[in-house]
């Protein structure tokens, strides 16, 4: 029976261990609290991924490591880089296939779609974090690949449009989130990210380079509107929130604000790659939003 590690419990690694175990694959899971799914197939472990040592003993004959943890948003600076360091470190030590969790911040800002080939040109503190890691990665003796995203919808979802935006407009209420409420902007299926993050781990194609999730192109005002069609809410009010109330909303909002050019540009993700060589397609959001 094949087994794999996936280090992260959030809405993608919740996903991504279920998809595994549901194909009979054993898994173990690995985040600090030991939470995780729950099926037979998924064996819960309590660890510090940024433990180098520890990790090594428990990826010791997986065939592939799936990296789907972060630091909260606002420590990406000070703890990223040795949750990383530990994770390359097992990944090398024991020679399972590395497949890593990222988004487009390490690309810095684009005149067209991202491509999953573009060079790191990262103008973000967060940015210069996701290019390192994935830079010191390819430079490494694993077999490792990237999985980009970008924001997340779906269940469990975690985003500035879920936070501030989603039950808002199902309720009827008024909404205001950064960045422009008319620039294109591609929005990924929590259930999608971990199907590509499986069929990257499956493919002897996947090594030594990145993949874009397939992901749909929607303004944030369509996107409002169709959650509100779906909810039979009345038509959503939105709002461009000011850089000022960002940074009252705390730590983790403050933290949006060096992030905001990627709402205010459209923001598209050329996942022809993925789907043409990986068979992952982009779910309909309207069948996420029913679901």
């Known amino acids: 029976m094949t087994f794999h590690v996936v280090v992260g419990a ?3 690694g919740m996903a991504t261990a279920a998809r595994l175990a549901e194909a ?3 898994v173990r899971q690995v985040t600090r609290s030991g939470s995780g799914h729950e099926h037979p197939l998924i064996e819960r472990v309590a660890a510090d991924a940024s433990d180098a040592d520890a990790l090594t003993k428990l990826v010791d004959g997986a065939e592939t490591l ?3 943890s972060a ?3 606002d420590r990406w600076v000070q703890e990223f880089p040795a949750l990383a360091s530990g994770l390359l470190t097992a990944a090398e030590r024991t020679g399972a296939g590395y497949v890593m969790l990222g988004n487009v911040y390490g690309y810095g800002p ?3 779609p991202f491509r999953p080939d573009q060079p790191m040109r990262p103008v973000s503190a967060k940015g210069r974090v996701r290019a390192r890691i994935w830079e010191e990665a390819l430079a490494s003796d694993a077999r490792v690949t990237e999985v980009r995203a970008s924001d997340f919808l779906g269940q469990g979802a975690l985003s500035v449009f879920t936070l501030l935006a989603e039950q808002q407009i199902r309720a009827g209420q008024p909404v205001r989130i950064p960045g422009g409420l008319d620039v294109p902007h591609a929005w990924s299926v929590v259930d999608d990210v971990a199907a590509t993050l499986i069929a990257a781990a499956r493919s002897p194609q996947s090594w030594g380079r ?4 397939p992901s749909t192109v929607l303004t944030v005002r369509e996107l409002a509107r169709l959650v509100a069609r779906l909810a039979a809410a009345p038509e959503p009010v939105l709002a461009e929130m000011t850089v000022g109330e960002l940074r009252s909303g705390g730590p983790i909002f403050a933290e949006v604000e060096e992030m905001l050019y990627l709402d205010e540009q459209p923001l598209v993700l050329d996942a ?3 789907e043409r060589l990986l068979g992952v397609r982009a779910t309909p959001l309207e069948r996420v939003f029913r679901r």
């Open 66 to 68: 799936v990296q789907v």
């Open 110 to 112: 684009a005149d067209g």
């Open 210 to 213: 990145a993949w874009h999730v």
């Open 71 to 73: 630091p909260a948003y």
């Open 10 to 12: 959030g809405a993608v």
């Open 272 to 274: 022809s790659d993925t």
């Open 24 to 26: 009979g694959e054993r």
